[in-house]
Structure formats: structure tokens, C-alpha cells
């Protein structure tokens, strides 16, 4: 129920300078929001670090999600949310695609977008 709102969206590299930086310039801009979703636990931490640095409460204030579920992410203080993805589903996927396309010899076969499970990790960061 929440519109999209670009000025909200801030690229930034994939590191956790990246998502410390990305909310740095959020909060620097005077920007209002509740919660922030790194495209990866990477991203997360580094934004997660950054709102603690400013004294924001996590969760009370701000809740922080990421995505990939690595092992840092359960050791965070607060632990963070994380999307899980299916992992051996997703590499048994693209190792059938890629011997399909081993076998039919084609130099460009159709776009495909298989869908794999995932599991929420709900943790202190966005209970």
C-alpha cells in the first residue's frame, strides 16, 4: 500500500560504504521514511551501521531488511531481516539451463526467468 516514491531509491555500490553512504544522503536530504530494503545484506549492514551511527532507533524508528541471508546477518547487532533465497534450487536451475544449452548448440536461446523459493528471516532489525 506504500507508493513508489524514486526519491527514495538511491543507487550505490554493492558494498556496505554503499548503503551507509546511500542512507547517509537520505538523511542528510531530510528525507522521511520508516524502513530501508538493501538489495543486499551488504548494503543493509552498511545502512543499518549508518542509522545507528545518527542515533536512530532499529527497529523502533527505522526497520532494516536485506537480501542473501549470509552469515554476518544472523551476528549483526540488531540481527538483520533478511530474504533467503532458495540457493541449491537456484544453482540446480541455472546448471540444467546451462546443459540445455550445451546440448542444443544454440548461440542465444530464448530468455527465461525461473522462479526459485525464498524464506523471510525475520530478525531484530524489522521483527
Known sequence: GVEYDPALVVR???RR??????VAKLLDEGAEFDAVFGLNDVI???ALHELLLRGRKVPGE?????FDDIE???????SLTTVAPGRTEI???AVELLIERIESNLAAPAVQQPEA???????QSAP
Open 44 to 46: 543493509a549492514l552498511g
Open 62 to 66: 527505522i526497520a532494516v531488511a536485506g
Open 91 to 93: 544453482a540446480e536451475r
Open 17 to 22: 560504504d554503499g548503503g551507509a553512504e546511500a
Open 117 to 123: 523459493a525464498f524464506e523471510l528471516r525475520v530478525r
Open 12 to 14: 550505490c555500490e554493492w
Open 72 to 78: 554476518e546477518a544472523r551476528f549483526a547487532s540488531p
